[in-house]
């Protein structure tokens, strides 16, 4: 494990995406899934969309008012999920999940998501790195359902 990235590229990363977010914006299309997330701790509130075809995460979008960790890592997890078909999602979702909870993960399949490694350094700050990726549990659990 170790510092597998450099400290200063991951502050880097972070702040790129929780100034020019991906994917930020909705739009009116009853065929994405819509989940609203909120953390109760921060201001953190955001509203997923995500579109999946086929078992495969074709378009996700967010908005609301989120602080920078959250916002950075709702954006990197877009970055990250496109593309992905249910049982990939699961995988790098588990292992994010473990890596935020200092767990054993397998940072290859990570991606950017790595850039939370140390995050549990700052415990009031893992609901903010996490509240997107339950929400995007909540999508999938509601995809399943159907």
Request: proline share 2%.
């Amino acid at each position: 494990m170790g510092d597998s990235m450099d400290s200063n590229l991951k502050r880097s990363i972070i702040l790129e995406h929780y100034q020019h977010p991906v994917n930020k914006g909705l739009i009116d299309d009853d065929s994405y899934i819509k989940v609203n997330m909120n953390n109760e701790s921060c201001i953190d509130e955001i509203d997923l969309m995500v579109k999946i075809q086929d078992g495969l995460i074709v378009d996700v979008r967010f908005d609301g008012e989120a602080c920078a960790i959250c916002t950075s890592a709702t954006s990197i997890m877009i970055d990250t999920l496109i593309g992905k078909n249910i049982e990939q999602v699961k995988e790098i979702l588990n292992n994010y999940y473990n890596m935020i909870n200092e767990k054993e993960y397998n940072a290859d399949i990570l991606e950017q998501t790595i850039v939370y490694e140390d995050i549990h350094k700052q415990p009031n700050r893992k609901k903010c790195a996490l509240l997107p990726w339950w929400g995007m549990e909540k999508v999938i659990k509601k995809y399943e359902g159907e």
